[in-house]
Nanobody
């Protein structure tokens, strides 16, 4: 079992920066990768970024250059660094962990970007 708790969301002006954190606990030794997704009202959940056990990083094409994912070596904390934020980035951001054949999700963190 893996428990995930996001933090660091809030209200930011367009052009600003924000860093989200995801604290993980439980059976972390079996985690293969962790992701960030986001979802806005009326839209489907959207992939944001992934980091794997061997530290391979993938960022959605539309977010490259603005968003960066990172983690500590024991999977205790996952980060999403966001810069040059736009109103279109407003969403609930979720972290998730891929462990064995299951996916675990956090409760989400609201990010609102004002214009």
């Amino acid at each position: 079992q893996v428990q995930l708790v996001e933090s660091g969301g809030g209200l930011v002006q367009a052009g600003g920066s924000l860093r989200l954190s995801c604290a993980a606990s439980g059976s972390l030794f079996s985690i293969n990768a962790m992701d960030w997704h986001r979802q806005s009202p009326g839209k489907e959940r959207e992939f944001v970024a992934r980091i794997t056990r061997d530290d391979s990083i993938t960022v959605a094409d539309s977010l490259k250059g603005r968003f960066t994912i990172s983690r500590d070596n024991a999977w205790n904390t996952l980060y999403l660094q966001m810069s040059s934020l736009e109103p279109e980035d407003t969403a609930v951001y979720y972290c998730n962990a891929l462990s064995r054949n299951k996916i675990y999700w956090g409760q989400g963190a609201q990010v609102t970007v004002s214009s």
